[in-house]
T-cell receptor, first 113, second 114 residues
Framework: DTGVSQNPRHKITKRGQNVTFRCDPI?????LYWYRQTLGQGPEFLTY????????KSRLLSDRFSAERPKGSFSTLEIQRTEQGDSAMYLC???????????FGEGSRLTVL | DQQVKQNSPSLSVQEGRISILNCDYT??????FLWYKKYPAEGPTFLIS?????DKNEDGRFTVFLNKSAKHLSLHIVPSQPGDSAVYFC?????????????FGTGTRLKVLA
């Protein structure tokens, strides 16, 4: 399978715990994006990388959120001290060209109790 | 401020008929538009795109129309099939709030009735 891969697919955690999601993009894509989607809404932009450089972060990304892409391959999104409002589907996408067709993974659903 | 709007939250169409999904945008700096389809518990799947230099793009049963003067795009699915039942998102990319990013609409749930 050469698509975008995300894991875990589901994560249930208690408020205050830290969680980490991983994204493996399509191998030849050097651009990687994180989005968040809540019920009834479209995906909201969080951050994006070109290779290992994080080039943009949304104001939605509070200081409890951090994303990395070491070596420009896979990426991780960590949420520290989770809150109930963090419950959402976290989507990763990759693209060959900047801001052209984004190819999404299946998402990681976070439930904070 | 919702820069990309899909005003119809849902649409039902009979199998074999045309489905028309609409999307409006407010930012004249948007220069590339895409449609995605999303099934429950899956990530969005890319369907079709259009650059602002064109007014139509066709791929099989899917055609996207862009009316720049009206800041409106639409997705036509002909003929509609039950497997097309999903949530459809339009997205626009361009310079917004000083940076370049994709903005998604809130989606339209399409139900194709057999």
């Amino acid at each position: 399978d050469t698509g975008v891969s995300q894991n875990p697919r589901h994560k249930i955690t208690k408020r205050g715990q830290n969680v980490t999601f991983r994204c493996d993009p399509i191998s030849e894509h050097n651009r990687l994006y994180w989005y968040r989607q809540t019920l009834g809404q479209g995906p909201e932009f969080l951050t994006y990388f070109q290779n290992e450089a994080q080039l943009e972060k949304s104001r939605l990304l509070s200081d409890r959120f951090s994303a990395e892409r070491p070596k420009g391959s896979f990426s991780t999104l960590e949420i520290q001290r989770t809150e109930q409002g963090d419950s959402a589907m976290y989507l990763c996408a990759s693209s060959l060209e900047l801001w052209r067709e984004l190819f999404f993974g299946e998402g990681s659903r976070l439930t904070v109790l | 401020d919702q820069q990309v709007k899909q005003n119809s939250p849902s649409l039902s169409v009979q199998e074999g008929r045309i489905s028309i999904l609409n999307c409006d945008y407010t930012n004249s700096m948007f220069d590339y538009f895409l449609w995605y389809k999303k099934y429950p518990a899956e990530g969005p799947t890319f369907l079709i795109s259009i650059s602002s230099i064109k007014d139509k793009n066709e791929d099989g049963r899917f055609t996207v129309f862009l009316n720049k003067s009206a800041k409106h795009l639409s997705l036509h699915i002909v003929p509609s099939q039950p497997g097309d039942s999903a949530v459809y998102f339009c997205a626009a990319s361009g310079l917004t709030s000083g940076t370049y990013k994709y903005i998604f609409g809130t989606g339209t749930r399409l139900k194709v009735l057999a």
